[in-house]
């Protein structure tokens, strides 16, 4: 057993931590919620330079070819800078299910332009129903040869606002289907959704749209399982980096803070959050891990599913535990916008959200345990 | 043992809830809920709501008859705690009826009683309290906020928090460091600022859940005849510590709950996709439900305490924590039940009940801050109501 990282992990984290710290610090972070597009191209630009978009991407299509762990270690570097744009869109969104289910041709088109940051992509699953499974895709396709017409509305679609191409999840009568749907056509209309991140969520409403076939009609569902776990992986590792922040930046502020002649993190009423908050982080973190360890070595299918559930069930809620603790700490400054802890309070419920909360992976467990 | 309450306090509460259905616009508590009400008609419902209570004799409800009140009793005055919580009623006397007139009545000069309390009851002047400080929060004794002697005046500098009501209020009730030579407690006064006075800036914060009223005050020079303490000078906060006969039952938050979670009920029961798929969720609400009753019963045990003469300080603490924490738990139940959707931001389409309870989720992080934090509370319990030895 080892649960550390290996030597290119390390580099990768440690590089990832000084870039980000240099480049999105909390003044960027703030900007982008102001900002209509929510991301930096410079930033982007940057990041594809470094080959993040292209980390899981095979050399022979421009990319790194690292794998999903050495991804999940990324991702928590990046929820720990909260950083803004389509980073997760693009990769989990647009790369992996090409990957998973394109053509040689689509993998060729795309998938460098994706490594390259020529590229933004996301993924259109959830609709007005909210679910996150099968029955929940109702968005209508027709297919006629490799070109799909799709009519429908998409929810909650991350950064389609800035997406050149969507890899939406629609229906036929064989079942599930996806296809590639560039953005800029007059079948797409997109509107930004307020959230409570001041993120980029957006409906999506397709009229007659036109795409491309993603695999074989009736075969979307197939796509997309390894699809949702790795991007139901990707939100806990980006929650374990966020929670270990806010831990980090609760922890400096007791530290500091004085009130009645002494840090309040003398007091044991403080300490034992800073104790349960670390708790928390470390448990969130091994059990991502070991979802992403499974997913990257191949583990038995199963196995595999169940280890994926547990790791989002868990980290749903004990990261939530902790962002509350990091705000309780702050005191009223943690409820001024002008303090940072509160940024990582927002973001920390979209993530708990996407892919499932916590009842819906739990209900997953229940299911796989027989009960 | 009796869990009713007396004919007069039925009868009291009845017409209370007649005066606030004719009072309020009839959407009045969903919308402002909802986050549906500018502020210019949240401003006009306040004032209009306002003088109507000071016309029935109800704005100072639990003041003295001789200062312009009804002497109503304790539990009547939880009663209009929770009545007007529930129904979201906007103004009423504020911090100038629940502490300073109080104070007044115990500490002032006749003077000032007779300057200042008739216009409070009549709604005519508002108060805000200025207390807190930046680097003085929980342990408020540290404030470092001035008022210097000059002659017939005191020169007020430094700057107050977290204050409500500011950007209406006509006088605060400022607490400040009149000897910066003794122990902390031992010199602080407090002292009556009309708000227009010249250096008085009043700074809107920019909190998390958008809140309209809670402001930094600050304080150039600004200078009020030495009349204008309240009490003794140097024993401000000791006069700040007798609170214990005011209205402190904590059912405002309880009954802010209860009308939360009947309102998730009533969603659950008109869209099945809240709890159809979600059997935990139905279990979450009757636990809510379960612990609003009990949040009623620990908070009607204060005035049921203070009406037979006691001071029921733990019993208070213990419904401050309880109340805050469960006003976080509410919020998460919103959150949790509403689903993909309880994320999206007041007012849009696909915001389930139109968002508020994401409004809800972030403004709960207060509860258990303002007006003494959890940590505090507990220390309270612990070390003045059980006696345990401080660390
Ligand atoms: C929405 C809102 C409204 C408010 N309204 C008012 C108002 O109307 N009037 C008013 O006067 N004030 C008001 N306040 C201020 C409020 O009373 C203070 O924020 C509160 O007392 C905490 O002080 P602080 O923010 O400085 O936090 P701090 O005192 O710095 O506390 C930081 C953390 O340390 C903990 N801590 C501090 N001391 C101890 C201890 N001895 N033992 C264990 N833990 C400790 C706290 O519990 C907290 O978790 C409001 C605050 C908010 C957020």
Partial sequence: MDLGLNEQQELLKNAAREFLENECPESHVREMEEDERGYSPVLWGQMAEQGW???????????????????????????????????????????????????????????????????????????????????????AATV??????????????????????????????????????????????????QTIARDKQCEVVLKDAKGQLLGAEGAGWAILEPVIQKYTVAEAAYLVGLAQMDFEIAVDYAKERVQFGRPIGSFQAIQHKCADMVTDVDGSRFITYKAAWCIASGQPAADTQMAVNMAKAWTSESTRRVVAHGQQIHGGIGFTKDYKIQLFYRRQKR???????????????AQQLGI | MEFTFTPEEERFRHELRTFLAAQLPADWSERDFLGDVSRDEQRGVDDAVTRALADKGWLALPWAKQFGGLGAGHVQQAIYTEETAYTRMPGGGGAGVASVGPSIQRFGTRAQQEQYLPRTAAGLDRWCTLTVEDDAGSDVAAMQTRAVRDGDEYVISGAKTWVSGAERATYGLLAARTDAKAAPQDGISTIIVPMDAAGVTVRPLDTLAGERDLSEVVFEDVRVP???????????????????????????????????????????????????????????????????????????????????????????????????????????TGMHLLGLAAQAGPGGRYAKLAGAFSREYLRATAATVAGGTSEIQRNLIAQRGLGLPRD
């Fill in chain 1, 53 to 139: 978009q292209g980390l899981l991407i095979p050399e022979q299509y421009g990319g790194v070819g690292f794998d999903f762990l050495d991804l999940t270690v990324l991702l928590e570097e990046i929820g720990r800078a909260l950083v803004p744009g389509p980073y997760m869109s693009t990769v989990l969104g647009g790369a992996v299910p090409i990957i998973e289910g394109g053509s040689e041709d689509q993998k060729k088109e795309f998938l460098p332009k994706i490594a390259s940051g020529e590229l933004i992509f996301t993924l259109a699953l959830t609709e007005p129903s909210a679910r996150f499974d099968e029955q929940g895709v109702q968005c």
């Fill in chain 1, 144 to 193: 006629s040869g490799n070109d799909v017409t799709l009519n429908g509305t998409k929810l909650f679609v991350s950064d389609a606002n800035v997406a050149d191409y969507m890899v939406v999840a629609a229906r036929t009568g064989k079942g599930v289907t996806l296809a590639i749907v560039a953005k800029d056509q007059p079948g797409v209309t997109v509107t930004s959704i």
């Fill in chain 1, 351 to 365: 993530a708990e959200l996407a892919f499932g909360d916590a009842d819906h992976h739990r209900e997953l467990v």
């Fill in chain 2, 226 to 332: 030495v009349q204008n303490v309240v009490g003794r000078e140097n024993a401000g906060w000791y006069q700040m510590q007798t609170a214990s006969d005011l209205e402190r039952s904590g059912v405002g938050v309880i009954s802010t709950a209860k009308a939360n979670i009947e309102r998730l009920v009533e969603a659950a029961r008109d869209d099945d996709s809240l709890i159809a798929r979600n059997p935990s969720a139905r279990y979450e609400l009757a636990d809510r439900w379960i612990e609003i009753q009990v949040g009623f019963n620990v908070s009607y045990r204060v005035p049921h305490l203070q009406a037979q003469g006691q001071q029921p300080d733990q019993e208070a603490y213990e419904a401050k924590l309880y109340g805050s924490e469960l006003t976080q738990r509410v919020a998460n």
